[in-house]
Structures are given as structure tokens and as C-alpha cells.
């Protein structure tokens, strides 16, 4: 097939021939000297230092449908910026520096201005973190019904020493549960949101203000998923336990951490939530239980600690706060969100 025939099925090897160069120049901004043969090949390669037993901590994931949002909006670099972020809190809980990042995006009609203000979100997010952009792939996609399409997915690999490895095997009762608070819905939920406001028939409802928001519905709705990693990791060692609410909520990802028999017991009175959780529970009639097994209603990481580790931990993050405690399991659930 010639480059003109294909051009003909939807797919422009030229443009995608001047994206990958794009794309290069956007990653170099994120090389240090550990980053080998920058100009590419068939795989990114990295030296690793600083290390003397490293245990290689890797993350894969998305933004979800989020991404519909952003395209409504029109609105990209937050979101370039959220599929470094989310992959990173992910590590972060197992207590891991991030090394690289690789990037997959996919789309159907390639729009040189998206793309680029994509890329430039994800080398934001990934200087942020230290972090260095090695590769990916990009894949144009001609759909057979002609509608567009957007789909990103990060792929992440940090290290630790195995001394450093977080993951919950000394957690006993009575230590406490610390949460640190979400910017907002961070990267879930947003298929439930999308039919509560019924977005996608009605999209000029992203424009609109409620009482409780400084900005449009829409605007709430791409507030960046927050990276914990510069604020945690002075931290780290504190920590017996570390989680990042993500989809399923305090009841899906907390029991992760846990020990079978040992539970997590939330009070809620401790901590405020974004009004966007609030907006969407009345909109939508969601229950409360709803709400926390598809939001992390306020807090974006909790970790766990004992109870003379938290001054040093509230000294160095001011915004923390003790939003619970660890309790002997009997047959109920590993967690436990109490009313008032």
C-alpha cells in the first residue's frame, strides 16, 4: 500500500512522521545523563543509579473518561499532566522514586494544537516528579463509524530500596489513619458524573455555575489530579501503610494495605470534601454508600502510621489530618465509614 493509499484509509504518514519529532523534542526536556541514546530506537533506555539493592515498582493506567470532559472543553494540558500523576500516586504507595514514564495515545484525526498541548501536560507532570519521558507510542486509529476518538494510558517504572518498600505488614491496632486531602475527583468517577448531568447529550451544562463552585461545572470537573509525591516523600519512612483512593473509594483500596485481620474505621467529621462530591450526591440522588465506593469523597491518599510518628508527619504537612483509626477485625468489612 502507498503512503498515498493509506493517507486514503484515514492514516497521514507524513504528519505522523512530524508528531514523533514533536514528541521527542517535548521529552527532552525531561532527560537527565541516566536517559541513554535520547533520539530513540525501538525502546527507551535508562541507566540506573542512586540504588543498592533497587526493587523495580512499575504502574499502568488511564485517565478514563475524563478524557471526554477535556475534549468537551476543549482543555488538554491538565490531563496530560493527570496520566503522569495518577501513575505516580500509585507508586508513591509502595514507597518508590520514579525513574521514566512512557506514554500510549491513540486518536483518530490527528490535531496538531491537542497534541500538543497534551505533551506538554505530561512533561509538566513528569518534571514535576523527576521523571523522565523515554518513549510510547502514538497510533492513529480511523474509526469506521467517523466518530473521533481519544484514548491515553501511562506506563510508569520507579525504584526503592527493599527497606524502603511500603506494604502494610507491620500495621497493628490503635495506629492512625492520616488523610491527605484530593484537589477534587481527581481521574474517577466521571462515568457516573457524565450520566448525573447527562453531559454527553448536553454538553453546554459544563458551562454552568452552582452556589458552591467559584468556576463552571465544567472547570471542576479538569482540576488536575493531585500528585502527592514532592509532599510525601520527605515523609515516606513514617508510614507502615500508604493507599491512593482511587476508583472503588476508601472501601475498595483501603483493604489493600490491610491485614486480614484488621480494619479501617473512618470518621468522617475530620475531614471537608470539595463541594463538587456534595453537588453530585444531591443531582444525582446517589447514596452515601454510592458515593464512597465510586469517589475518594475528599481524601486522594491515607496513609497509616503510629501514633507518635504523626507530629513529625503534621509538622512537614500542615493540611493532614488524623481521619480515623485501626481496629481489630470481627466479621464485618475491612472499613468502615461511620455516621458522625
Known amino acids: 500500500m502507498t503512503s498515498q493509499a493509506y493517507r486514503s484509509s484515514g492514516v497521514n504518514l507524513d504528519e505522523m512522521d512530524a508528531l514523533k519529532e514533536r514528541i521527542k523534542a517535548f521529552a527532552s526536556a525531561t532527560h537527565g545523563p541516566e536517559v541513554l541514546n535520547p533520539e530513540g530506537g525501538f525502546a527507551g533506555l535508562f541507566r540506573l543509579r542512586g540504588f543498592r539493592q533497587p526493587v523495580l ?13 477535556a475534549a468537551q472543553m ?4 491538565s490531563i ?58 502514538t497510533a492513529q486509529m480511523p474509526g469506521p463509524d467517523g466518530s473521533d476518538h481519544l484514548e491515553l494510558v501511562g506506563f510508569v517504572v520507579g525504584a526503592a530500596e527493599p527497606d524502603g ?17 484530593s484537589s477534587g475527583l481527581h481521574t474517577n468517577g466521571f462515568s457516573l458524573v457524565r450520566s448525573v448531568f447527562d453531559i454527553d447529550d448536553n454538553p453546554s451544562v459544563l ?27 520527605p515523609v515516606l519512612k513514617s508510614f507502615k501503610g500508604l493507599a491512593h483512593i482511587t476508583g472503588g473509594g476508601l472501601p475498595g483500596k483501603m483493604p489493600a494495605i490491610l491485614p486480614e485481620h484488621l480494619a479501617a474505621e473512618f470518621r ?30 475528599g481524601l486522594g491518599m491515607v496513609a497509616v502510621c503510629a501514633e507518635d510518628a504523626l507530629e513529625a508527619i503534621t509538622d512537614k504537612i500542615p493540611d493532614a489530618r488524623v481521619v480515623g483509626r485501626i481496629i481489630k477485625r470481627d466479621d464485618g468489612p475491612q472499613v468502615a465509614i461511620l455516621d458522625g
Not at 57 to 69: L, N
Not at 74 to 77: F, K, M, N, S
Request: negative net charge.
Open 57 to 69: 515498582v512499575a504502574s499502568t493506567d488511564g485517565v478514563g473518561t475524563k478524557i471526554k470532559i
Open 74 to 77: 476543549g482543555h488538554y494540558e
Open 80 to 137: 496530560g499532566q493527570d496520566l503522569v500523576t495518577l501513575n505516580v500516586n500509585d507508586i508513591l504507595a509502595r514507597g518508590a522514586k520514579p525513574l521514566f514514564f512512557l506514554d500510549y495515545i491513540s486518536f483518530t484525526t490527528l490535531d496538531e494544537q491537542v497534541m500538543d498541548t497534551l505533551l506538554r501536560g505530561i512533561v509538566w507532570g513528569c518534571r514535576e516528579v523527576g521523571c523522565a519521558l523515554i518513549g510510547g507510542e
Open 165 to 181: 518498600l511500603i506494604d502494610g505488614s507491620n500495621i497493628q491496632p490503635g495506629d492512625c489513619l492520616v488523610g491527605f486531602p
Open 207 to 233: 458551562f454552568l455555575r452552582f452556589d458552591e463552585l467559584r468556576h463552571t461545572l465544567g472547570e471542576e470537573l479538569l482540576i488536575r489530579h493531585r500528585c502527592y509525591h514532592p509532599m510525601l516523600e
Open 268 to 297: 468522617p467529621e475530620t475531614w471537608t470534601a470539595p463541594p463538587i462530591f456534595g453537588i453530585i450526591q444531591r443531582e444525582g440522588n446517589i447514596s452515601t454508600d454510592e458515593m464512597y465506593r465510586v469517589f475518594n469523597m
